[in-house]
């Protein structure tokens, strides 16, 4: 049974940063593509960044070159550090795996392409 739980949400000022976790069970991340997704009030959830299981990285073009998605495959967790943090980062955040790779390069931030979900932790940043 695939199980996801986040942690390290919180609330913060602009400009600085956090760093979330995501502990992964029931899955390896040799057979699993695993992601990060955002959700704020009144907005559809999108894409964050993803990890494929075949090691490429995608980011949403909002966030590169201020979070990093990384994993540790010994404990199956998946990580995303965020940096240089705004006040449209304020969000849900989610982590999110579904069996196998991808082929198009644009399905690994596309929400309907994942079958497990975490219950998410709450980033919010002040200005």
């Known amino acids: 049974q695939v199980q996801l739980v986040e942690t390290g949400g919180g609330s913060v000022e602009s400009g600085g940063s956090l760093s979330l976790s995501c502990a992964a069970t029931?899955?390896?991340?040799?057979?699993?593509?695993m992601a990060w997704f955002r959700q704020a009030p009144d907005k559809e959830r999108e894409g964050v960044a993803a990890f494929d299981r075949d090691g490429s990285i995608n980011y949403a073009h909002s966030v590169k070159g201020r979070f990093t998605i990384s994993q540790d495959n010994v404990k199956t967790t998946l990580h995303l550090q965020m940096n240089s943090l705004n006040t449209e980062d304020t969000a849900m955040y989610y982590c999110a795996a579904v069996r196998g790779s991808f082929v198009l390069q644009r399905s690994r931030l596309d929400k309907n392409r994942y079958n497990y979900w975490g219950q998410g932790t709450q980033v919010t940043v002040s200005s």
């Open positions: 029931g899955v390896t991340f040799r057979t699993y593509s």
